[in-house]
């Protein structure tokens, strides 16, 4: 295909094949042949329509050494029409083996994309064991001295240092002299139980 007339029969061809529903790829090639004879395969035209062409394209143009626009757009360049055809109907055994090779890739790459993952998981585990941790011992040294404080101001400590505590039969808290009228019957708290006791007079 050349002359004048070659671009617009090339485009035409590529859009009448595009309609067609059973078309898996278009090879636009020919062969050698003279810079003037393959000039149709630079025409502005052709480029575009190849460049929109939704069906995958494999450009053939020439000999091996020939370029063309054509071949720069295409989704395929093969170097003469009959690697073309070769590419476009590969080999089953070579399909499969290319196939093996893609998933032993994708299968190493899943491998070590898990493996870094499952490294940021445990270093993130570690910092939260790490956070808890310290956290726990934080509360712990808190509850501590809390419970320090508490148990200093503790009526039970007082008692301890020497000090008693009265009580009446109802369990108020006897604190004044005059609560204490003479046989006036009360408990009187110590540091380890109470004792029954009697008031016998008053003194100042």
């Known amino acids: 295909m050349q002359g004048e007339g070659a671009p617009a029969e090339i485009v035409c061809s590529i859009e009448r094949l595009q309609r067609h529903a059973r078309a898996e790829v278009i090879i636009v090639g020919r062969g050698g042949g003279s810079i003037e004879d393959l000039w149709a395969f630079n025409d502005e035209r052709v480029v575009r329509a190849i460049a929109a062409c939704s069906i995958p394209v494999i450009s053939a143009v020439g000999h091996e050494t ?3 626009l054509c071949d720069l757009v295409a989704d395929h360049r093969a170097p003469t029409p009959s690697a073309a055809a070769e590419a476009a109907t590969p080999d089953r055994r070579d399909v499969a083996a290319d196939l093996g090779q893609l998933g032993a890739r994708l299968a190493r790459g899943l491998g070590r994309k898990s493996e870094r993952v499952t490294q940021r998981l445990d270093r993130t585990l570690d910092r939260l064991g790490g956070a808890v941790t310290l956290r726990l011992e934080r509360d712990r040294h808190q509850l501590s001295a809390i419970s320090g404080r508490l148990d200093a101001l503790s009526p039970l400590k007082i008692l301890e240092r020497g000090y008693s505590l009265a009580r009446d039969g109802a369990g108020h808290v006897l604190k004044r002299i005059a609560q204490f009228p003479p046989g006036r019957a009360f408990r009187l708290r ?8 009697r008031a016998t007079g008053e003194e100042s």
């Open 66 to 68: 020939d370029t063309t």
């Open 190 to 197: 110590v540091s380890d139980g109470e004792v029954a006791a």
